[in-house]
């Protein structure tokens, strides 16, 4: 078998032999190569996005995660995002405190808890956001609109497998 390189651009994900995938069918290792396309093509996506709102990739975690519970209206602790980012409350302290610096939260008193301060995005990162992620996630949507009921229970077996395989390492 003659291994020809890909076009410039486009990455080869055809099944090659090696050193991890001997026992593997062809169809099998092209599967793990379309994977690892996809998560660097997701890595480039976010180091552009990061660039484009000009933050690092802890602050842009941090946004992410502050954007999703608000959404799911939990309120959002400095320990909360030490926590989920696994950083030190004095990183989250210090994270929280640029965040603010640069707009893209606030800080508000706990609905509940009097000593407590929740953090809550501004509404210029929901408009940042939606405009730099906006097309991107359309496009996704409509990719995954195209799967049928089957294959979505498959896709998802697999990621969830995926996932789980990844984080017990």
Request: hydrophobic letters at 35%.
């Amino acid at each position: 078998m003659v291994n020809v390189p890909p076009p410039p651009g486009e990455s080869d994900t055809s099944a090659q032999p090696g050193y991890w995938y001997e026992s593997l069918s062809d169809h099998h290792v092209e599967v793990l190569n379309l994977l690892r396309d996809y998560r660097e093509a997701e890595r480039k996506m976010r180091s552009h996005t990061r660039d484009d709102m000009r933050m690092n990739e802890t602050e842009l975690l941090a946004l992410r995660y502050l954007l999703k519970q608000t959404n799911l209206n939990t309120p959002v602790l400095q320990r909360d995002i030490a926590r989920e980012l696994g950083i030190t409350g004095a990183s989250a302290s210090a994270l929280a405190q640029r965040l603010e610096r640069d707009g893209y939260i606030e800080r508000n008193p706990h609905p509940k808890d009097g000593r407590a301060t929740v953090l809550v995005p501004t509404v210029k990162t929901n408009e940042e956001v939606r405009s730099t992620l906006n097309e991107m996630h359309q496009q996704m949507f409509d990719v995954v609109r195209q799967l049928d009921d089957r294959e979505v229970l498959a896709v998802k077996k697999f990621l969830i497998a995926m996932i789980e395989t990844v984080k017990n390492h």
